[in-house]
RNA sequence: CGGGGUGUAGCACAGCCCGGCUAGUGCGCUACGUUCGGGACGUAGAGGUCGGAGGUUCGAAUCCUCUCACCCCGACCA
């Protein structure tokens, strides 16, 4: 036993670190605040970004991409954004270095090579989105635009962690135009809804949606809806905000168009975004004391095949019934390794396997070879059984379904669980401290009790749920009346 | 930006308080051999500006001054 990982128990946030690194997902980076992404790592990123990519396209949008520096006039326009902003911005005040006249063989800023305007290292792309789409949109008929970017952003944060939050993350931004509210609204809850879904379908994460309490809303938007998704940890995670953002933007970019009475008015935006930080969810979502536990449709291997051998007579007798079935299992549609490396040991590379989050592994040793058999291990339950090899290609989708489904389900188990109504302040009190995850209170709506709260407890609303039945009841702190319970937790 | 801490081999650390010969340990790495159905073992090896600069001293990883970087805890945040 080489590697044990910290457990979740004995320390969650240890847990995470470690096995972020052990699995070779990511890595710090010698930029302060900055990670880097490894192959494994970023192939569970391209899996996301394929799944929501043909969401998007399915549902009408195009990708483009825009600049990554934005001028400080331009950004400041749109006031809420920017001063919700202003304290994370990376700025670009000079475009040339030039050798230190001191002779020390350093590279000094060229204080002639002041930029006339600074520039800002876009934390999201609404300024420079908008100002273009001043150019773009002149009549109803240039309407709707409904464009998506794949970028990164830079988000100077103080404290930050492997995936959840680092200074530079890899997102995507929609951004897009309307003729009417209403249509702009849909849009912004059509694309929630599209979170929602690949959170569930692909990260097998259940996911609440909801719209964001003032206080927590995106600066610039006039309604802000999220999915929240739960940890093993009791604590929440935001995975994916859509923003109905009005004619803030508009106004701000002077963007009008002439509708078909012949009037002129502002157009009406909508923005949605998901991160990289999907990546910490999914890993906290469902993975386990040895390591990653991946939904297939995440995975960047399924399938992965470990021979048993002591010698080359035995491996390339495996290596025929390997290549064999790699042939099938990839026919249908599946990623499958061969692990025919003979620097390690089988059992070195069932625990590498199992701390990746391999769903699958097939072993094949001399023992099968004569039985026509595979033993064959699933990464969620653990179980283990022996089949014929010649059943292997046909089974071994419907367990990755199986292993899908699984993995929701129990994640659906663990929400539910922890997810609790409380009545009284001392209860809520009592529930986060003790229990953790959800708590399903009455809030008076207001601003300073929402305050209050968090500050009391760290505690803040996660959102307003989009589904939750009309119920009369008191505020949990102030006793206020109240139309409808929210979701309240500490978050991430 | 406040408060704390750490910089010694690829990684994790010991040594520092109380200065002393050639700077150690574990993992990893290289070679060879034996192993191989749950993280193998043996033997031999390679690998260091002790974060940087200056100072004290016969002598500094160790003491002093300055400096840089990173980490943790808080306030802020996808």
Redesign the pocket.
């Given at each position: 036993?080489?590697?044990?990982?910290t457990s979740r128990a004995e320390d969650y946030?240890q847990w995470y670190?470690e096995l972020v690194k052990?699995a070779d997902l990511a890595e710090?980076s010698?930029?302060?605040?900055c990670m880097v992404i490894k192959p494994y790592g970023y192939a569970i990123w391209e899996k996301m970004q394929q799944g929501l990519d043909q969401m998007f396209k399915d549902t009408g949008h195009v990708n483009a991409y825009f600049p990554l520096f934005v001028p400080k006039s331009m950004f400041e326009a749109e006031e809420k954004n920017a001063e919700?902003f202003a304290?994370?911005c990376a700025i670009v005040t000079h475009y040339r270095l030039k050798t230190d006249p001191a002779g020390n063989g350093k590279l000094m800023v060229d204080p002639e090579a002041r930029l006339e305007e600074e520039l800002v290292v876009r934390?999201t792309s609404e300024a420079i989105i908008w100002n273009t789409y001043k150019k773009w949109i002149q009549s109803h008929r240039d309407l709707p635009i409904l464009v998506n970017q794949w970028a990164n952003?830079v988000?100077w944060?103080?404290?930050?962690?492997l995936?959840?939050?680092?200074?530079?993350?890899l997102?995507q931004e929609g951004h897009t135009a309307h003729a009417t509210a209403a249509e702009a609204e849909k849009e912004t809850r059509t694309m929630l809804d599209v979170y929602a879904d690949f959170a569930e379908n692909f990260m097998a994460v259940p996911v609440i949606k909801g719209k964001k309490s003032e206080?927590?809303?995106?600066?610039g938007a006039i309604d802000t809806y999220?999915i929240e998704a739960l940890m093993q940890d009791g604590k929440a995670?935001?995975?994916g905000?859509s923003h109905f953002l009005g004619q803030n933007f508009a106004q701000a970019f002077d963007v009008k168009f002439t509708g078909k009475d012949g009037k002129l008015e502002y157009v009406w935006g909508t923005s949605w975004?998901a991160?990289?930080?999907l990546i910490g969810g999914l890993i906290m979502a469902h993975s386990d004391d040895?390591?990653l536990i991946l939904p297939p449709k995440l995975a960047p291997i399924h399938v992965v095949i470990v021979p048993?051998?002591?010698?080359d007579q035995e491996l390339s007798a495996i290596s025929e019934v390997a290549d064999k079935l790699m042939k099938e299992l990839k026919a249908a549609g599946l990623s499958v390794k061969f692990d025919n490396r003979?620097?390690?040991?089988?059992?070195?590379?069932?625990?590498?396997y199992?701390?990746k989050g391999v769903p699958v592994?097939l072993?094949?040793?001399?023992?099968?070879?004569?039985q026509g058999?595979?033993?064959l291990?699933r990464r969620d339950t653990?179980e283990?059984k022996?089949m014929k090899a010649t059943d292997v290609a046909t089974e071994v989708p419907s367990l990755l379904d199986d292993i899908q489904k699984n993995l929701y389900r129990k994640a659906l188990k663990f929400r539910e669980d922890m997810t609790t109504p409380v009545n009284s302040w001392d209860e809520f009190k009592k529930v986060l401290e003790e229990k953790g995850g959800f708590l399903l209170a009455h809030w008076d709506g207001t601003a300073e009790t929402e305050a209050k709260i968090?500050e009391e407890t760290?505690a803040t609303i996660r959102c307003i749920p989009l589904d939750a039945p009309v119920e009369k009841g008191k505020c949990v702190l102030t006793g206020n009346p109240s139309n409808q319970r929210v979701l309240f937790a500490k978050?991430?």
């Open positions: 036993m080489a590697k044990q990982i946030s670190v052990l710090n010698d930029v302060r605040g919700g304290k994370e934390p952003v988000r944060e103080m404290r930050t962690r995936f959840l939050r680092t200074a530079e993350f997102w206080g927590e809303k995106f600066p999220c995670l935001q995975a905000t975004g991160s990289t930080r040895d390591g048993i051998f002591k010698n003979d620097t390690h040991k089988p059992g070195f590379k069932f625990a590498e199992e701390l592994r072993a094949i040793g001399p023992r099968d070879l004569e058999t595979v033993e291990a653990r283990k022996s968090k760290k978050a991430y």
